[in-house]
């Protein structure tokens, strides 16, 4: 395997928010046919999950904390939601990154998909270890996210990113295998049924969701993946169906990058991608890093 879906995860995840980010806040049903020029805290967070998998090759909360903190100072302007920065400034005033620090703001902690939006790096890094994918996802999760429904959807997103890199034919039957909780389950059994429907964006969003929790937008971005037949197509239907289109846009870019790799890319979204160089640079070093740690699984 080369490092193609790598790269094509990484660079997808960043053009869905940026092309998403143009719809953001917007009504109805509209399609968006070129990102914007600056993605959004998706990709920010996403670049640090990658940093911290490679630097520390596997996860190590702490650092990976450090690494959040770091790019939310340099860049607060990228759209942050409300939680994250008090947990920023919880973790730099010494609190510990396992201590659920979420639960301090929101009851029972965030079902947010915060965590989801990130998380596709722990998707390629662990593609070929399905239990150590969930571990990474719902501990990376818990930073800022501990609600099991935010960390479940982390897991999903990241498991749906590593069937994409296999090319997996039986896709949603091994998502619904790897699937613990009941939402997510029907919600998968619901997105099969609407694969044919696809056009009736209403009863799509109605069903599926289009919002900020996990449960109501990482089963729509699997479904816009799916509904696609390639990566311009996939992304285009995500936006269109409006909602917290910057996340639902990455979540579907790194599955669908994942799928058909870098050079199923409009060439034309690439060149107009903010740190472009730089975010293919990390696919590159994950791939060269997954493989040299993971010999013994090839």
């Not at 409300?82 to 010494?94: D, E, N, R, V, Y």
């Not at 799928?259 to 994950?286: A, F, Q, S, T």
Request: a negative charge; one cysteine or more.
């Amino acid at each position: 395997m080369g490092p193609s879906k790598f790269i094509g995860s990484l660079i997808g995840s960043a053009i869905g928010d940026s092309l998403g980010a143009q719809r953001e806040g917007t009504y109805g049903f509209r399609e968006v046919t070129e990102p914007g020029p600056v993605y959004t805290d998706d990709t920010a967070m996403m670049i640090a999950v990658a940093e911290s998998l490679i630097e520390c090759n596997g996860f190590d909360g702490a650092h990976m904390a450090r690494l959040f903190v770091r790019s939310f100072e340099r860049e607060p302007w990228r759209g942050y939601g409300a939680g994250p920065p008090g947990i920023f400034k919880m973790i730099k005033s010494g609190r510990k990154w396992d201590e659920n620090l979420d639960r301090e703001l929101y009851d029972g902690g965030s079902f947010g998909n915060g965590s989801a939006m990130r998380v596709a790096p722990v998707g390629l890094f662990y593609y070929n270890d399905p239990e150590k994918l969930r571990e990474v996802s719902c501990q990376s999760s818990r930073i800022t996210h501990s609600h099991p429904l935010g960390m479940e959807g982390a897991a999903l997103q990241a498991c749906a990113v590593s069937l994409a890199i296999r090319e997996e034919q039986n896709f949603l039957e091994k998502l619904k295998e790897f699937t613990r909780a009941d939402i997510y389950r029907k919600k998968i059994d619901v997105l099969e049924k609407l694969l044919d429907k696809k056009e009736d964006r209403e009863r799509v969003v109605r069903e599926l969701g289009n919002g900020i929790e996990a449960f109501n937008s990482v089963p729509t971005a699997i479904f816009s993946f799916l509904a696609g037949s390639s990566f311009k197509e996939a992304l285009i239907y995500a936006v269109s169906l409006g909602g917290d289109t910057d996340t639902i846009g990455a979540m579907t870019g790194a599955i669908a990058g994942a799928w058909w790799g870098v050079d199923g890319i409009p060439p034309e979204w690439k060149e107009n991608l903010e740190n472009r160089n730089y975010i293919e640079g990390l696919g590159m070093r994950m791939w060269e890093t997954v493989m040299s740690s993971q010999k013994g699984l090839f």
